[in-house]
């Protein structure tokens, strides 16, 4: 019956501490408030498609599949997270060891000499081979407090780099697009140069034959000169790109590769996501911060468990003797348990205790703030989206126009009905047409790339059966 007793209390002294701790952090731990609605939208289902697409599938340009390969493998900020991961993973196996016992050797020798007044000289020699086995009993839950941070931690890097690799898919496909899109330009300013100097001999001729002024001429050089000057400054802007993406793909710069021609005509339309609201909820960047939020509830059990007594059971054995001879015939063993409380220090572990609270709650509002933001963000990119597109479609039919506009100012011109300035006036308008044209396509290019990261797209990894 004693021994019953013995094991009854062991038992309260071991479940008491822990079931006490767990009671403290669920009451000063409040959990996050959402109230996220069960579908984001209730009509329409594209964007689920879009969102279940790899970004090899959503981005099936051969040289921007490359550029995306090479910046995921060379980026430094990548390898800065990769670090990361590695030494989260470390520290989560040192957590975890803390709840195993540990096991040291010691090897030792040493001698006391003793030349007291009026006695005769003592000299102690002492050599000493011992291990010491330790362990403490995790009655408050510290160290398994300590095991949950440490996981969290290293889910949290993890999250982290998928969040990285997230935003570097979605910079380089927007640069690309950039660039396609400076190519593009300086065509069309190349083209409009090769007219504006057919122009300008033709203006020559009528002059010189008396057709026309002289204003005539001058006007058409003008417009010969105002386009030429574009060129210089579009091929600067094509190589600071370049450099962009270089530095992107960790490369020094060179000249990038590309083949693609942007056409909206090709790009589907999203006029509600009809997705489930928790798919938002997967983004990796939302999930770092939710196990930012587990790292600083853990955080909050292990300062709450400080505040209790600490068990610790040592036990030392091995061999001890004068000399080597017989060492192996004398041996040593030592046990200690112990138990440590804090009595009085001034408060200071009830103060780390609601620092650790306050940082829980700091890491909620965090992970709230994050979550309304994802939604935000998905709501923008869709407005922008749908409305980047009906502009592009808009600008096309105005190009059509301003084309249709030249073709019939020239068949006017040639039989006197109009002056060449009215000439001219066309031939402006339909070149800021294409040169809107070809910036309201590219603006419906980066708004889709800002959907598919909005929507969590981009962080996931291709295995080789997936390159093949």
Not at 33 to 57: F, Q, R
Not at 99 to 104: A, D, V
Not at 344 to 370: D, L, S
Not at 399 to 424: C, E, M, T, W
Request: with cysteine; proline share 3%; net charge neutral.
């Amino acid at each position: 019956m004693r021994n019953i007793k013995y094991i009854i209390v062991l038992i309260f002294v071991i479940l008491i501490p822990s079931v006490f701790i767990s009671c403290a952090v669920k009451n000063n731990c409040k959990s996050p408030e959402l109230n996220i609605p069960e579908s984001y939208y209730e009509n329409g289902l594209d964007s689920v498609s879009l969102i279940e697409k790899k970004w090899w599938e959503f981005y099936t340009d051969p040289h921007l599949q490359r550029l995306i390969d090479k910046t995921l493998a060379n980026n430094r900020d990548m390898k800065i997270a990769l670090a990361n991961i590695t030494k989260m993973a470390e520290l989560n196996r040192i957590n975890t060891s803390y709840l195993l016992p540990e096991l040291n050797g010691t090897i030792s020798g040493s001698r006391e000499t003793n030349d007291y007044y009026q006695e005769k000289e003592i000299i102690d020699d002492e050599l000493s081979v011992k291990a010491t086995l330790s362990w403490e009993l995790d009655f408050r839950g510290a160290l398994r407090w300590g095991r949950k941070k440490g996981i969290s931690e290293y889910l949290s890097s993890i999250e982290a780099k998928k969040a990285m690799q997230m935003t570097l898919v979605a910079t380089v496909a927007s640069a690309y697009f950039e660039l396609v899109a400076l190519d593009n330009e300086l065509d069309i300013v190349k083209r409009t140069l090769i007219t504006r100097r057919e122009g300008v001999s033709q203006a020559k001729i009528r002059f010189e034959g008396g057709l026309t002024s002289e204003t005539s001429y001058q006007q058409a050089q003008v417009e010969l000169a105002s386009t030429a000057a574009l060129i210089p400054e579009l091929e600067t802007k094509i190589a600071i790109k370049e450099s962009e993406i270089a530095l992107l793909s960790g490369e020094l710069p060179n000249e990038q590769k590309r083949s693609m021609v942007m056409n909206n005509k090709e790009l589907p339309t999203y006029k509600n996501v009809g997705l489930p609201a928790e798919l938002i909820l997967r983004r990796p960047d939302v999930q770092q911060a939710l196990q930012e939020l587990n790292a600083a509830k853990a955080q909050v059990g292990i300062k709450h468990a400080e505040r209790f007594p600490k068990v610790i059971i040592s036990i030392t054995g091995g061999v001890e003797n004068d000399d080597w001879t017989n060492i192996f015939k004398s041996p040593f063993s030592y046990t200690l348990g112990s138990i440590t409380a804090p009595l009085f220090n001034f408060g200071r572990n009830k103060a780390k205790f609601k620092a650790a609270v306050a940082e829980y709650e700091q890491a909620r509002m965090k992970y709230e703030k994050k979550v309304l933001t994802c939604f935000k963000e998905v709501n923008d990119a869709i407005i922008t989206y749908n409305n980047a597109h009906k502009s592009s479609l808009l600008k096309s039919d105005l190009r059509d126009a301003s084309r249709k506009y030249v073709n019939l100012a020239r068949l006017q011109y040639i039989n006197g009905v109009i002056n060449y300035l009215d000439v001219l006036d066309a031939q402006r308008k339909y070149f800021d047409a294409e040169i809107g044209l070809n910036n309201s396509i590219k603006n419906e290019y980066l708004a889709l790339v800002q959907l598919y990261k909005a929507l969590g797209g981009g962080w996931e990894t291709p295995s080789e059966t997936d390159k093949q």
